[in-house]
């Protein structure tokens, strides 16, 4: 069993859709949870940090934390073209000398 | 200088070659990391170095190994390389005393042919 699980997808939903992004987890030390975006033959790009449990917004972004229940959710609202990517979900216990630990991503359209 | 940038972008390589990939920090970053993604998979981590030292290993074996120099730039070899090698190649660098988070370049694509 991997120790993070991310539906590959891939998902395709009309601009302006509401998109949600889930990950699970089984490692109850991640305290440190972020989601990356990654375009096309790109290096993926920081878009959410969360440490805890808890949510935090970002314009059209939300992400969400449940430690109690080792899930991770990132929204989009008013989804865009420019959205169009792969979602990567990364968490990490502390940032001392441990490792990012990836999801699969979820490779998402969004369809004009 | 801002962002992390890496080198080559694009490389073939012959199965049993060797190969040498090289990463330039963020700067101000003294941590620097490498990751190995293959096609439809997320990023595995390698190595870390911190201040010239391995600071942390994946589940690589020791043909994959890596330098860090003074200006904390960072160099990625692989020897002996296998077809399964071919992957985007990642490098990520930070601050060790930070929690933010890192900093990827847009990674190297190796072909092993």
């Known amino acids: 069993q991997k120790e993070v699980e991310q539906d590959p997808g891939p998902l395709s939903v009309p601009e302006g859709a509401i998109v949600s992004l889930n990950c699970t987890y089984s490692n109850s030390a991640f305290q440190y949870f972020m989601w990356y975006r990654q375009y096309s033959r790109k290096g993926p790009e920081l878009l959410m940090y969360?440490?805890?449990?808890g949510n935090k917004e970002d314009g059209r972004f939300t992400a969400q934390v449940d430690k109690s229940s080792k899930y991770i959710s990132l929204f989009i609202r008013d989804s865009q073209p420019s959205d169009s990517a792969t979602y990567l979900c990364a968490m990490i216990s502390n940032f001392g000398n441990e490792k990012l630990t990836f999801g699969t991503g979820t490779r998402l359209t969004i369809i004009p | 200088e801002t962002g992390v940038t890496q080198s080559p972008t694009h490389l073939i390589k012959t199965r049993g070659q060797q190969v040498t990939l090289r990463c330039s920090s963020q700067?101000?970053?003294?941590?620097v990391s490498w990751y190995q993604q293959a096609l439809g998979q997320g990023p595995q981590f390698i190595f870390q170095y911190y201040r010239e030292e391995e600071n942390g290993r994946g589940n690589f074996p020791p043909r994959f190994s890596g330098l860090q120099f003074p200006n904390y730039s960072s160099e990625l070899n692989v020897n002996a390389l296998e077809l399964d090698d071919s992957a985007l190649y990642l490098c990520a660098s930070s601050l060790a005393t930070s929690t933010y988070g890192y900093t990827f370049g847009s990674g190297t694509r190796l072909t092993v042919v």
């Open positions: 969360t440490y805890s449990s």
């Open positions: 700067s101000g970053h003294n941590t």
